[in-house]
Nanobody, 115 residues
Framework: QVQLVESGGGLVQAGGSLRLSCAAS????????MGWFRQAPGKQRELVAA???????NYADSVKGRFTISRDNARNTVYLQMNSLKPEDTAVYYC?????????RGQGTQVTVSS
């Protein structure tokens, strides 16, 4: 079973940067892609970014040009570099692993952007 542990959230002023990390443990054999989604109070869950095993990336329109997802396959770690943060980026950010049958996600890390 894959387990995911996020780190790197916090409080930052608008225009600032944060880097989230997601360390995976366990068998990654059936994992096709990893990524991040976020959940803000009263809003729908939003897929922020995803990266495949070969490095293909996808981003939500709301973060294109500001966020960068990357992965270190040797360390089984995925990163989300977030620049030019806006108050509307405030949410709990969850790392997930794309598995054919299991819902694999981390515990979430809070990102708060003050104006």
């Amino acid at each position: 079973q894959v387990q995911l542990v996020e780190s790197g959230g916090g409080l930052v002023q608008a225009g600032g940067s944060l880097r989230l990390s997601c360390a995976a443990s366990g068998s990654m054999r059936s994992i096709n892609a990893m990524g991040w989604f976020r959940q803000a109070p009263g809003k729908q869950r939003e897929l922020v970014a995803a990266i495949s095993t070969i490095g293909t990336t996808n981003y939500a329109d709301s973060v294109k040009g500001r966020f960068t997802i990357s992965r270190d396959n040797a360390r089984n770690t995925v990163y989300l570099q977030m620049n030019s943060l806006k108050p509307e980026d405030t949410a709990v950010y969850y790392c997930y692993a794309d598995h054919p049958t299991l819902d694999i996600r981390g515990q979430g890390t809070q990102v708060t952007v003050s104006s």
